[in-house]
């Protein structure tokens, strides 16, 4: 197991790598100048010249790439162009918005993707097999833009029962201490605040599960029919065993190995931040972060915050690997 | 089983959870009667505001610190601000007599020497520390285009600056909220350090910087002005996505909101708990012809594409008539517009008769460059593009419609690489300098002149008119330079546009100020 997980770490590398190099690459390829973003439209050439220099620019780029490799072993990520700040430090606050956000939105996806999909495919071909079927394709169809702005205009100006945007009520403002604002409440005994913190993430959580719990839930379905037909169903149930617990216990253990590969996956993809929702509910998130580093072609946030992002994304899939091998017994690692 | 149990617990909470919170209304807001939320597009990208070249930081540094001079209330006309009186005989030597008792924040004095050590920082900077330092005064210390000889304190409330030649904008120039003075003992501890932790002499002082999300500065006891500010705290809160700004306005989590979507307008005004709020126009928006490029190297042709275009449609259907047609390359609010110009009326046949003379009788082919971003002064460039072309193919050309993302837009732009293309310009202090020099000269060819637009005479008249300190001859000399450019026509000018706000109806005592940095030192609730 530990040769195992050693392994595979050890696989991360030229992965990752290779993920730096094509992104520096990339940013490199599009126009526009970090200088002349930075020193805005009333620039003069000399002055574009001498921000260049200082920012190590007017280098050949593979100088440029091995200076940052070298920085990047070091752990250390780069500075801001923009800000001038450590990206180390910046990224954490947008990160922590993000993964708050990420939890919240997968564990609803989980909840009903997973419990609609059993349904279905226990009910197979009934109404509510159809119709959570047809929700689900509308799901992963809905544009966010339409669904987020619909949300707001319901729950917060017809019913006023939640907030449009943002983590938090401005008016009383929490105390970051770890960025997770969840924790950040409840390790100062703030319950009012946690429950304000908890409102302001129901609306952008529901924009952001509808895609993965639509995929989850398709994905349970068939892989529950499938699990459904097998001979070890049919023998549990003529002992009588009652079909909640057929369904539920016996059929679902088997069929879940495929619906955590998915969920893994949309998990990562809920981690590298949803540029659309962030954007719809002001949320101060990673995907926000690495869009306006594109704006103002801020190479070295572009390219830590990829780094970052890819990593939690492959060991994410590394953890999935792993929770295989705990579930399903016959699953070894060597 | 026990697992079992545990999960099931864990889902009948949820389940509670999830109902209560649906069942709570709208929760408890702390006193709303002196805290502003003002809800904008982006954040701030430093809170120095002499380091950065962008609005949403002097948004907020236009209330944490004061510069000299200032702007009036709703113009760019030079008032007193930190300096109570100043004068000058020649032009070169300018005397500024400063109020006393003022207070920084971190309860430095503020003095003659403050204001010393501010000249003295952004003098020995460079172009990336302080990039409008650069183009305002022309360089730093020992450069040879700088403007300013020396800074000098004489007693405790005097300052003299001297200058190596006249400057006509100069007064302006100090009034900008990035030279605003700030405290020497902040910055003094390092540059990095003090665009995060701001102290000025301002209303308000700082509070608490959420990247991306929120800036929170209060009240300042202190401040010498008694009786301001009305408000305890301000949090400006950074929504980028224009209709949920207004949705949160709506539901009341903000007070206040910049960058209304014209079409929104209608909306607001017909909502009892809103106000609309326009804020006087200091842009312009416009067509560029490049000059340099076939066919619009001919006069006839940039003359007739200006016949061509019908601006009043385009304002009436996405300005939603939030915008006056533009004749001229500035508006009319400054000083040295020239009022007496023709304007090219929208004339089909009188185009086609310019193309027939240049030599193009049945038109051509040709890209226009639709602006991907929507501004204040061009809301919607893909549906605007998509009248000019229309309009275009009326006199036989026919335009292709091309965007690009908007660093890569304004990249390929400035290299002359497109045939016409939409931008636009807000202006910076109110001065002709800032709108015609700047769009228009020789001299800023491959910087903000996309146009490659070059005339010998004009630029004789710009350099005149900076030197020249009496504004009535300076008028004149500005006057002049745009019946050279109505002639020449290398714009096709298309709107200045009244960009919009929103606020509860309760908010009193806001006044949009032209340079979009709103001074909130006044604002209440009632």
Same mark, same amino acid.
């Given at each position: ?18 993920m ?5 690459m ?9 200088a ?10 000399e !002055? ?9 620019l007017d280098?050949?780029?593979?100088t ?6 070298a ?33 919240f ?6 909840i009903?993707?997973i419990?609609?999909g059993?349904?279905?495919a ?10 959570a079927?047809?929700l ?20 917060a ?13 401005v ?19 703030r319950?009012?605040?946690?429950w ?10 529901i !924009?952001l599960?509808?895609?993965?719990m ?20 049919r023998?549990?149930? !003529? ?11 016996? !059929? ?23 540029i659309?929702t ?32 890819a990593?939690i ?17 016959r699953?070894?690692?060597? | 089983?026990s ?16 109902t ?7 929760g408890s ?6 805290t502003?939320?003002?809800?904008r597009?982006?954040?701030s990208k ?7 070249t962008e609005g949403?930081t002097?948004k ?7 510069t ?6 709703q ?18 030597t300018?005397t ?21 050590a ?11 520390k ?21 800074v000098?304190a ?8 001297k ?11 100090i009034?900008m ?8 003992t902040?910055?003094?501890k390092?540059?990095?350090q ?14 608490e ?29 950074s ?27 209608e ?9 609309l ?19 619009f ?8 594409m ?21 004749k001229n ?13 023709e304007?090219y ?17 049945d ?27 229309s309009?275009?193919?009326d ?11 908007w ?7 400035s ?15 109110g ?25 010998a ?5 710009f ?35 009244t ?28």
């Amino acid at each position: 197991m530990l040769s195992y997980i050693g392994r595979r770490l050890i696989q991360l590398v030229p992965v990752l790598l290779g993920m730096v190099f094509i992104v520096f690459m990339m940013i490199r390829a599009i126009p526009g100048s970090p200088a002349q973003i930075i020193l805005g439209q009333q620039a003069t050439p000399e !002055a574009i010249a001498a921000m260049n220099a200082k920012l190590g620019l007017d280098q050949p780029w593979f100088t440029q790439f091995f200076k940052y490799l070298a920085g990047i072993l070091q752990g250390d990520l780069g500075e801001s162009m923009r800000t001038r700040l450590p990206v180390a430090d910046e990224i954490w606050p947008h990160l922590a918005a993000t993964i708050e956000l990420a939890f919240f939105a997968i564990i609803i996806a989980i909840i009903i993707g997973i419990n609609a999909g059993i349904i279905s495919a226990w009910f197979q071909n009934s109404w509510f097999d159809y119709i959570a079927m047809v929700l689900a394709l509308v799901g992963v169809s809905m544009p966010i833009f339409w669904l987020g702005l619909l949300g707001q205009w319901v729950f917060a100006i017809e019913f006023s029962w939640l907030p449009t945007t943002g983590r938090e009520q401005v008016r009383d403002p929490v105390h970051a201490i770890t960025n997770l604002y969840i924790i950040d409440t409840l390790l100062q005994g703030r319950f009012d605040q946690l429950w304000q913190v908890m409102r302001h993430l129901i609306l952008p959580g529901i !924009a952001l599960a509808t895609i993965p719990m639509a995929i989850i839930a398709r994905m349970t379905r068939s892989s529950m029919l499938e699990v459904m037909r097998s001979d070890y169903i049919r023998t549990a149930r !003529a002992k009588g065993q009652k079909m909640f617990w057929v369904v539920y216990k016996h !059929a679902f253990k088997n069929a879940v190995i495929p619906i955590l590969t998915v969920i893994g996956l949309q998990m990562g993809m809920l981690l590298g931040g949803a540029i659309l929702t962030e954007t719809i509910f002001a949320w101060p998130g990673i995907g926000r972060y690495i869009y306006d580093a594109i704006n103002f072609r801020d190479y070295p946030v572009i390219q830590s915050s990829i780094l970052v992002i890819a990593f939690i994304f492959v060991m994410i899939n590394l953890i999935v690997d792993l929770l295989y091998g705990l579930i399903d017994s016959r699953i070894k690692y060597d | 089983m026990s697992k079992k149990r545990m999960w099931s617990v864990a889902l009948i909470l949820l389940l509670v959870l999830s109902t209560a919170l649906a069942a709570c209304g709208k929760g408890s807001s702390s006193s709303k009667e002196d805290t502003l939320v003002f809800g904008r597009g982006g954040d701030s990208k430093s809170l120095d505001p002499s380091r950065v070249t962008e609005g949403e930081t002097f948004k907020v540094t236009v209330n944490l610190f004061e510069t000299l001079l200032n702007f009036g209330e709703q113009d760019t006309s030079i008032q007193p601000g930190l300096a109570k009186e100043w004068n000058t005989d020649d032009g070169l030597t300018y005397t500024f007599k400063l109020r006393e008792g003022v207070k920084f924040h971190d309860g430095t004095d503020f003095n003659a020497d403050a204001v010393v050590a501010n000249f003295e920082r952004w003098a020995n900077g460079d172009a990336d520390k302080f990039p409008y330092y650069n183009s305002m005064f022309g360089g730093f210390k020992g450069d040879e285009g700088h403007v300013i000889e020396s800074v000098t304190a004489d007693g405790d409330y005097t300052v003299i600056i001297k200058l190596k030649r006249t400057q006509a904008p100069f007064l302006k120039n100090i009034a900008m909220s990035m030279f605003a003075i700030a405290s020497p003992t902040a910055f003094e501890k390092g540059d990095d350090q003090f665009e995060r932790n701001p102290v000025g002499t301002g209303p308000f002082e700082f509070v608490e910087w959420k990247p991306n999300d929120s800036i929170t500065i209060k009240k300042f006891d202190g401040y010498w002005q008694k009786g301001l500010p009305k408000l305890n705290k301000i949090v400006f809160r950074s929504i980028p996505d224009n209709s949920a700004r207004l949705n949160a306005l709506i539901a009341g989590e903000i007070d206040l909101a910049d960058g209304i979507n014209p079409s929104d307008a209608e909306k607001i005004e017909g909502n009892a708990d809103l106000q609309l709020i326009k804020r006087p126009s200091m842009n312009v928006g416009y067509l560029g012809l490049t000059v340099t490029r076939p066919p619009f190297d001919k006069k006839e042709v940039r003359q007739a594409m200006n016949h061509a275009i019908d601006k009043e449609t385009i304002i009436n259907s996405f300005f939603e008539g939030q915008a006056n047609i533009a004749k001229n390359p500035m508006p009319p609010s400054i000083s040295g517009y020239n009022d007496d110009i023709e304007p090219y009326e929208y004339n089909p046949q009188k185009a086609k008769e310019l193309l027939a003379k240049a030599g193009y009788p049945d038109g051509f082919e040709m890209e226009l460059w639709a602006m991907p971003v929507p501004r204040p002064y061009m809301p919607d460039g893909a549906k605007v593009a998509e009248v000019i072309q229309s309009n275009l193919a009326d006199i036989g050309i026919k335009a292709k419609i091309v965007s690009y993302e908007w660093g890569t837009y304004l990249d390929k732009a400035s290299k002359g690489e497109a045939d016409a293309f939409m931008l636009g310009w807000t202006g910076d202090n109110g001065d002709a300098d800032n709108f015609l020099y700047v769009l228009l000269d020789e001299d800023n060819i491959g910087s903000n002149n996309y146009t490659y637009f070059k005339n010998a005479k004009m630029h004789d008249l710009f350099i005149q008119a900076q030197t020249e300190v009496d504004e009535n001859k300076r008028v004149e000399l500005y006057k002049k330079a745009q019946e050279i450019i109505h002639e020449e026509a290398p714009w096709v000018p298309l709107a200045h546009s009244t960009p919009l706000l929103a606020a509860t109806k309760d908010l009193k005592g806001f006044l949009p100020h032209p340079t979009g940095s709103d001074v909130l030192s006044n604002v209440e609730f009632k």
